[in-house]
Nanobody, 127 residues
Framework: QVQLVDSGGGLVQAGGSLRLSCVTS????????LGWFRQAPGKEREFVAA????????RYADSVKGRFTISRHNGKNTVYLQMNSLKPEDTAVYYC????????????????????WGQGTQVTVSS
């Protein structure tokens, strides 16, 4: 089991930027894929981005490609989500998550494939 603590959310105007951070602890020596999901009021939790343990492979939802960048620093046990050109529709609670299978070779994007979650950090983008 890996513990996740995410932070960095806040209020920003449209077009602005935020960087979310997620510090992991526990079995961080395992090669977990890490990802970010978000959930807006009245909507299902949706995939945002994911990154392999090595950082060499990333995946993004179409809605954030070109605007968001996921990265990780394994020495700091931290994964980041740099969010630029934010839009009001990006408003949601953002959660970091770890793949429940530490040895999976393929990056997954379904919430059910992630077994550990952060507490969530609120991102609000005003128009």
């Amino acid at each position: 089991q890996v513990q996740l603590v995410d932070s960095g959310g806040g209020l920003v105007q449209a077009g602005g930027s935020l960087r979310l951070s997620c510090v992991t602890s526990g079995r961080t020596f395992s090669r977990y894929t890490l990802g970010w999901f978000r959930q807006a009021p009245g909507k299902e939790r949706e995939f945002v981005a994911a990154i392999s343990w090595s950082g060499g492979t990333t995946r993004y939802a179409d809605s954030v490609k070109g605007r968001f960048t996921i990265s990780r620093h394994n020495g700091k046990n931290t994964v980041y989500l740099q969010m630029n050109s934010l839009k009001p529709e990006d408003t949601a609670v953002y959660y970091c998550a770890a793949d429940k299978d530490p040895w999976r070779r393929v990056i997954v994007t379904t919430a059910g494939d992630f077994g550990s979650w952060g507490q969530g950090t609120q991102v609000t983008v005003s128009s």
